[in-house]
Nanobody, 119 residues
Framework: QVQFGESGGGLVQPGGSLKLSCVAT????????MGWYRQAPGKQRDFVAS????????????VKGRFTISRDNSKWTNGEVTTYLEMNTLEPDDTAVYYC????????WGQGTQVTVSS
C-alpha cells in the first residue's frame, strides 16, 4: 500500500522561501508521475505542480516561476520515491496545507505539511 509523508512546512514571511519534501513508500513502479497539491482553509484541495519520470514538469499558473518541483528515484527499488517542492517568493495566498500524491491514482492522502506565509 502506497503511503505519503510530507514535511518541511513552517511559518515564513512574505517573500521568503521553503523547501518541502514528500517520501512515498510502497511504490512498485518508478514511472508514476508525482504531484503536489494544497488546501487553503475553507477551500478545496488544488493542484500545484507535477513531475513525470522523465523530469517533465507542470505548474499551476499561480506558482509558475516561483515554485520548482523535483524528484529522486534513487531508492525506488526499495519502494521509495521522494518528491520536493522548492517555493520562493512566497505570498500570503500560498498559505495552505501541502500534500503530495500521484495525479493519475490519488489515494491514501497523508497528513500534509502546513505552510503559513505571514508577516
Amino acid at each position: 500500500q502506497v503511503q505519503f509523508g510530507e514535511s518541511g512546512g513552517g511559518l515564513v514571511q512574505p517573500g521568503g522561501s521553503l523547501k518541502l519534501s514528500c517520501v512515498a513508500t510502497g511504490i512498485r513502479f518508478s514511472g508514476w508521475t508525482m504531484g503536489w497539491y494544497r488546501q487553503a482553509p475553507g477551500k478545496q484541495r488544488d493542484f500545484v505542480a507535477s513531475i513525470d519520470v522523465n523530469g517533465k514538469t507542470k505548474y499551476d499558473d499561480s506558482v509558475k516561476g516561483r515554485f520548482t518541483i523535483s524528484r529522486d528515484n534513487s531508492k525506488w527499488t526499495n519502494g521509495e520515491v521522494t518528491t520536493y517542492l522548492e517555493m520562493n517568493t512566497l505570498e500570503p495566498d500560498d498559505t495552505a496545507v501541502y500534500y503530495c500524491n500521484r495525479p493519475l491514482k490519488q489515494e491514501n492522502w497523508g497528513q500534509g505539511t502546513q505552510v503559513t506565509v505571514s508577516s
